[in-house]
T-cell receptor
Framework: ELKVEQNPLFLSMQEGKNYTIYCNYS?????LYWYRQDPGKSLESLFV?????AVKQEGRLMASLDTKARLSTLHITAAVHDLSATYFC???????????FGKGTSLLVTP | DTGVSQDPRHKITKRGQNVTFRCDPI?????LYWYRQTLGQGPEFLTY????????KSRLLSDRFSAERPKGSFSTLEIQRTEQGDSAMYLC?????????????FGPGTRLTVL
């Protein structure tokens, strides 16, 4: 069974700083997703990564995928308060359709 | 707005009662998923439909749970004889396969509280 682990689970960072969230997955997966969830809200799709070495960027967020290491990272550049949310990574087991999610990283950006 | 919608948004019920939730996917999407999310956890997969066919069920989906997607449009998730452990947010998602991607778009969820 595919297991997805994120770290850290909680992150408090100051505005303007950079940080990286890590997502490890235990077995082969052909797609890796990042989602954002605001308190009391549903999940918003951020990125889908399809191949080894894939890198995608949107604003202050950049996601990358290393399929050999079974690792994805979400890098935050010059954090702002609006980025405060919980970030989830998720992967399909093999070529299946169900998503296996990590526990999420709760990010708080403070002045 | 043509996003995924769910109804009701909140449901409070007593243990032992039956509840039914509805999900309306994005109109052109042919895949529909149900997940359950408890506090502090990521969503857990429950079941998946392609059009009207239920193709995969999680072991989390006990025999008290049943899901349908008549005519491949909206879907319902019914929980019979609810237990306190069923209290959670129930999320529906839909997707349309386009090339290699199958991004799932989530609805706002139905929060179930079993007293």
């Amino acid at each position: 069974e595919l297991k997805v682990e994120q770290n850290p689970l909680f992150l408090s960072m100051q505005e303007g700083k950079n940080y990286t969230i890590y997502c490890n997955y235990s077995t082969t997966s052909d797609r890796l997703y990042w989602y954002r969830q605001d308190p009391g809200k549903s999940l918003e799709s951020l990125f889908v990564l399809l191949s080894n070495g894939a890198v995608k960027q949107e604003g202050r967020l950049m996601a990358s995928l290393d399929t050999k290491a079974r690792l994805s990272t979400l890098h935050i550049t010059a954090a702002v308060h609006d980025l405060s949310a919980t970030y989830f990574c998720a992967a399909h087991e093999g070529s299946g359709y169900a998503l296996n999610f990590g526990k999420g990283t709760s990010l708080l950006v403070t002045p | 707005d043509t996003g995924v919608s769910q109804d009701p948004r909140h449901k409070i019920t007593k243990r032992g009662q039956n509840v039914t939730f509805r999900c309306d996917p994005i109109s052109e999407h042919n895949r529909l998923y149900w997940y359950r999310q408890t506090l502090g956890q990521g969503p857990e997969f429950l079941t998946y439909f392609q059009n009207e066919a239920q193709l995969e069920k999680s072991r989390l989906l006990s025999d008290r749970f049943s899901a349908e997607r008549p005519k491949g449009s909206f879907s319902t998730l019914e929980i019979q004889r609810t237990e306190q452990g069923d209290s959670a947010m129930y999320l529906c998602a839909s997707s349309l396969v386009a090339g290699l991607t199958d991004t799932q778009y989530f609805g706002p969820g139905t929060r179930l509280t079993v007293l």
